[in-house]
């Protein structure tokens, strides 16, 4: 009951719900009371909102200090490990589709670089998490296994920890598997740091290895700079909602183990 309020109450706070009841007030002050100017105020605030969220320099200024504090893993970097760890995301399941299409937003970058460090370390296992949804019948780590597969993972490679449903009772199997020795852990490059406060927390040892960055460095079309975009608003969205993560695990962890380690 408490994971199921914790996600609506965090889904209600993200960058377009929280946009859309702003101007659900502002429609409401606008066409059943008096006060005109604060309906009028509400509205302007939430379409400016909504603009600067959806604008590329806006967005990925706000996401770029989320992902950008760990490199990108390089196996020459690192001793060789057993256990290549990849934390489960968005899926569905359609056994129609092709593997990876039910892999939603975060999860196909994290298992594509799962695998290419899982390739670097030879004899390793590659270690997928997450857990069923209420209405899918298949578990996030099962979809994530099968991906890994149908690209040519052996089976007898693959571990599915598919009982934890949030981060921290990732943290938790994970631990009872690996105990406190190294091994990689994959995640989007926004979750990492959140991630590791988990996982360290819990006494184990990961090394970290960010995937899916998102914020944009490289030169863009002046267009792609000034116009707004659907992909922009969602950068806008990561960085909110590890933002929100980030309070709430400040909130019910003691202060001194969600200080980041380096």
């Known amino acids: 009951m408490l994971f199921i309020l914790k996600k609506t109450v965090g889904g209600l706070l993200l960058p377009l719900p929280f946009i859309l009841l702003m101007m659900a007030i502002a429609l409401v002050l606008l066409w059943m009371t008096r006060w005109q100017k604060t309906g ?3 509205f302007s ?3 400016l909102l909504l603009l600067l969220l959806s604008l590329q320099p806006m967005a990925d200024n706000l996401l770029r200090p989320v992902e950008s504090g760990y490199p990108t ?3 020459q970097a690192h001793p ?4 290549v760890v990849v934390l489960g995301g968005g899926y569905t399941y359609n056994p ?5 299409s039910n892999l939603i937003s975060n999860s196909l970058p994290r298992v594509a670089e799962g695998i290419r460090i899982y390739r670097a370390n030879p004899g390793s296992k590659i270690v997928f998490t997450g857990a069923q949804a209420m209405t899918n019948p298949v578990s996030s780590a099962a979809v994530a296994g099968k991906v890994a597969e149908s690209l040519g993972v052996p089976g007898s490679d693959i571990i599915l920890l598919d009982k934890p449903r949030d981060t921290h009772q990732e943290a938790q199997q994970v631990k009872i598997l690996a105990g406190d020795q190294p091994f990689v852990l994959v995640t989007s490059a926004n979750h990492l740091p959140r991630a590791l406060v988990f996982f360290r927390q819990a006494g184990l ?4 290895a960010p995937a899916n960055q998102l914020a944009i460095d490289s030169p863009l079309n002046p267009w792609e700079r000034a116009l707004p975009q659907a992909l922009f608003l969602s950068h806008s969205e990561r960085a909110w909602y590890e933002t929100l993560g980030r309070i709430w695990q400040w909130m019910t962890l003691p202060s001194s183990e969600t200080k980041p380690v380096s």
């Not at 060789?80 to 256990?83: I, N």
Request: net charge positive.
């Open 40 to 42: 009028k105020v509400f």
């Open 45 to 47: 605030l939430s379409w």
């Open 80 to 83: 060789p490990v057993k256990y």
């Open 96 to 100: 129609d589709w092709a593997p990876s």
């Open 205 to 208: 040892n990961p090394i970290p």
């Open 73 to 75: 893993y390089q196996p």
